[in-house]
């Protein structure tokens, strides 16, 4: 099974504050994932970010709020723009390993 | 629409006895996979097991098997001689198309609690 890491693990910001959030695999993968799992609720991606090009963003979500980096094959960064108390939610990454789909620990990020 | 259903919102079982989770999918697409997943309190994300839609025989993964009826676009994951740590939330997944750079879309999860 493909190894991910998250940084930082958790994190509480203020509002109108930006926070990086960064994944690494033990991997090249070709495409990562970015999910959001709001409090009680499921996850929703916001993202799929392709080494060498754009993300390509999920409906309701914007590459000004989110904007997401792919420098390489085994890393990727999202960051929450600008945030808001909304923006509360574990932030998750994500890559295929063959037809298998590994998660990082996840973000938990708190705006007050 | 839901493309993954998981009609069980919380689910009580006591210990050792056998678990199913229901999960029902929709697609068009011939070449799909369906996922399971465990979160536990602490909020990671496990892998538990994975159906392709071309595979024959249904998969297992220990004390997990995933019941897949593809007739019925069913895809129920069944946990044998539940334990206290299997107290969790469970979300079915689905992965559309053939490969594995495709997205996957997630069912609003199952919170199963043992009982001892």
């Known amino acids: 099974s493909a190894v991910i890491s998250q940084k930082p693990s958790r994190d509480i910001c203020q509002r109108g504050t930006s926070l990086t959030i960064q994944c690494q695999v033990d991997s090249q993968v070709t495409m990562m994932f970015w999910y959001r799992q709001q409090p009680g609720q499921s996850l929703t991606l916001i993202a799929t970010a392709n080494q060498g090009s754009e993300a390509t963003y999920e409906s309701g979500f914007v590459i000004d709020k989110f904007p997401i980096s792919r420098p390489n094959l085994t890393f990727s960064t999202l960051t929450v723009s600008n945030m808001s108390p909304e923006d509360s939610s574990i932030y998750l990454c994500s890559s295929p390993n063959g037809n298998e789909q590994f998660f990082g620990p996840g973000t938990r990020l708190t705006v007050l | 629409a839901q493309k993954i259903t998981q009609t069980q919102p919380g689910m009580f079982v006591q210990e050792k006895e056998a678990v199913t989770l229901d999960c029902t999918y929709d697609?068009?697409?011939?070449?799909?996979?369906l996922f399971w997943y465990k979160q536990p309190s602490s909020g990671e994300m496990i892998f538990l097991i994975y159906?392709?839609?071309?595979?024959?025989q249904n998969a297992t993964e220990g004390r997990y098997s995933l019941n897949f009826q593809k007739a019925r676009k069913s895809a129920n994951l069944v946990i044998s001689a539940s334990q206290l740590g299997d107290s969790a939330m469970y979300f079915c997944a689905m992965r559309e198309g053939h490969g594995g750079d495709d997205k996957i879309i997630f069912g609003k999860g199952t919170r199963l609690h043992i009982l001892p």
């Open positions: 159906q392709g839609s071309y595979d024959q």
């Open positions: 697609t068009s697409d011939p070449s799909y996979g």
